[in-house]
């Protein structure tokens, strides 16, 4: 634990140290994304919204007459999926898109991703703001509750990191985890509950579900903002679990890694 | 007297093989089958050198010598696979200068992007701003995406911004060849001026004239394998040039001053057969010709002979 908390100290003092070299790598990415165009920040907001819409509309025969706020409940998923997908998808590109630098320039290798996840939690916080927006016109009354939500941000947050190192250090070994992953998150978006419920499963299955941990933290929200409780200890520990885990695992592989990326790319 | 750079005993090893551009897929098949094969490449082998503060150290040696990979590894961003380097004091790199930028930002965000990299802090970029673009030239591209940019340009900047900071260190990787003739003549009396106010300095060039005119040190590469590290500049310039025209590779330091003696040689016999040749072309033109013409030859062969014996004396 000693020897892990020096790490997490240093990694900060680094951070520190590079500020101004975060903020810069922050600016570029973002106007990368946007190309400096108002209509690229809207379009960010609107293509969950539009995905928000086909759902709502397809699956609300087949799930919404006995779903309790179904707009909230799938856009609850919406939000924390697509949160999952861009920030992962950013992250597994970092380092190969940074390769003309880092082997240039002797940088800490995960300020590359860092800044990448920046401009996905300003698209996040963008879409939350809708979220609750949304929340209000599907007449879900206010409860002290939803205050609760910052947890599952930071959780997802913290995972996402971790599963973007892991992604980004594979990527630079083999040049088709991009297919493979989008696969995957294909197969993750069926397997997360988004736009069906879990209830009607026996309840074996339905604790397998908990080992997803993109469903485990769409699940907290649904629990805070429909249900208006907060679910048990055990839960938030096992949402700082996956966290943490994610993150060392992808900690531990840029450890190893780190000097070793510049041979493949 | 303390070091400012010593690296001891350096090598790198680069795999090749099947390991780069085969997918996850392919390799997992692969293992499974057996029909895995990486090979093993080293791109230095046993490197050690030290330098002193204010030393300027040259590195010479054909391509694939190593001479990019051993910088690399003193800049910090490769670690040798065996041996270290210890290098005291902060250092100013430029390798490969103009790629790294990003083409959708003007050229001020690439400024600022490519100083915060380099580990510069905001107040120095704001402080230094204008006369990077001054001395790279580019006041009117400001606000132009890089894309729109020469290549000269690119270099332009990327030497300007690199050059700003007063390293203790300058790590040299044939840089001293960017631009139009006007910028390379500007950014060569940079690179002196650098390198007059003491700086501790690695130079890799190809072309020699520079490791004579600028080291007082000079390590010989040849596929990874040290050659020699030595003081004597001059002789290990001689003997690389001769190894250049005969590729014999000395394998201790009596090959190496035989070498020289070989390329003075060969030197002294070229100057020979120019005189020679020179002469002739005198007779010929004195037979064939009236006075008025030959007395014009005479004075142009004189001239020419004053000027060599200029330049001799100049580079010695």
Redesign the interface.
């Known amino acids: 634990m000693n020897i892990k908390e020096s790490y997490v100290t240093r990694v900060i003092r680094t951070l520190r140290e590079?500020q101004?070299?975060f903020?810069?790598?922050v600016?570029?990415d973002f106007?990368?994304k946007y190309?400096r165009t108002v209509l690229g920040m809207a379009w960010s907001v609107l293509s969950p919204l539009l995905t928000l819409l086909v759902m709502r509309v397809v699956f609300t025969r087949f799930f919404g007459r006995d779903t309790p706020h179904y707009t909230t409940y799938l856009f609850a998923g919406n939000l924390m999926f697509s949160y999952f997908r861009e920030s992962t998808n950013g992250g597994m590109q970092s380092l190969m898109s940074n390769a003309?630098?880092?082997?240039?320039?002797?940088?800490p290798k995960y300020m590359f991703l860092l800044s990448k996840n920046v401009s996905a939690v300003i698209n996040f916080g963008l879409t939350l703001i809708v979220f609750f927006v949304f929340v209000a016109i599907d007449r879900v009354s206010f409860k002290p509750t939803m205050f609760a939500i910052i947890f599952p941000i930071i959780t997802m947050s913290i995972f996402n990191i971790g599963v973007g190192m892991i992604l980004s250090a594979?990527f630079v070994f083999?040049?088709?985890?991009q297919y493979?992953y989008d696969v995957f998150l294909t197969l993750l978006t069926y397997l997360s509950a988004i736009f069906y419920t879990i209830d009607r499963f026996p309840a074996k299955i339905q604790r397998v579900f908990l080992l997803n941990p993109v469903f485990c933290n769409i699940k907290y929200i649904r629990v805070i903002v429909i249900d208006g409780n907060l679910p048990s200890p055990m839960f938030h520990l096992l949402l700082l679990a996956y966290a943490l885990t994610a993150l060392t695992i992808g900690g531990l592989i840029y450890k190893k890694f780190n000097?070793q990326f510049?041979?493949?790319v | 007297m303390t070091y400012a750079i010593k690296a001891e005993n350096v090598s790198i090893r680069y795999m090749t093989g099947d390991f780069k551009d085969i997918g996850l897929k392919e390799y997992v098949l692969r293992r499974l089958t057996h029909n895995y094969n990486v090979h093993e490449f080293w791109a230095d082998k046993g490197v050690s050198f030290e330098l002193k503060p204010g030393d300027m150290l040259g590195i010479i040696g054909a391509n694939g010598a190593g001479k990019s990979t051993l910088l690399k590894a003193v800049s910090g961003i490769m670690i040798p696979t065996e041996g270290w380097v210890d290098v005291k004091g902060r250092i100013a790199a430029l390798l490969e200068l103009a790629s790294g930028f990003d083409n959708d930002l003007t050229v001020r965000e690439n400024a600022y992007l490519r100083g915060a990299l380099l580990g510069y802090t905001r107040e120095f970029m704001n402080e230094k701003y204008d006369d990077i673009i001054e001395f790279a030239e580019l006041q009117d591209f400001q606000e132009r995406r890089f894309k729109q940019l020469s290549s000269g340009m690119k270099s332009r900047l990327a030497f300007s911004i690199a050059c700003l900071v007063e390293p203790d260190i300058l790590i040299l990787d044939e840089v001293l060849s960017v631009g139009d003739g006007a910028f390379r003549k500007k950014s060569e009396d940079k690179m002196r001026s650098i390198l007059e106010s003491g700086v501790t300095a690695i130079l890799v060039s190809h072309t020699i004239g520079q490791v004579r005119d600028m080291s007082n040190k000079v390590l010989w590469l040849d596929k990874g394998k040290q050659i020699c590290f030595s003081d004597e500049v001059e002789l290990v310039c001689d003997a690389y040039e001769e190894f250049l025209a005969t590729k014999k590779v000395p394998h201790s330091w009596e090959d190496i001053e035989s070498l020289a003696e070989d390329f003075t040689v060969r030197q002294e016999k070229k100057r020979a057969e120019k005189a020679k040749t020179e002469q002739q072309k005198l007779v010929e033109k004195l037979r064939k010709t009236d006075t008025n013409v030959a007395k014009a030859a005479i004075e142009a062969y004189l001239k020419e002979v004053e000027e060599e014996a200029a330049e001799e004396e100049k580079t010695e």
Do not use: A, C, G, P
């Open positions: 590079h101004f070299m903020e810069e790598l600016k570029r106007k990368q190309k003309s630098i880092f082997t240039k320039i002797n940088v594979l083999f040049r088709d985890t493979l000097t510049l041979y493949y």
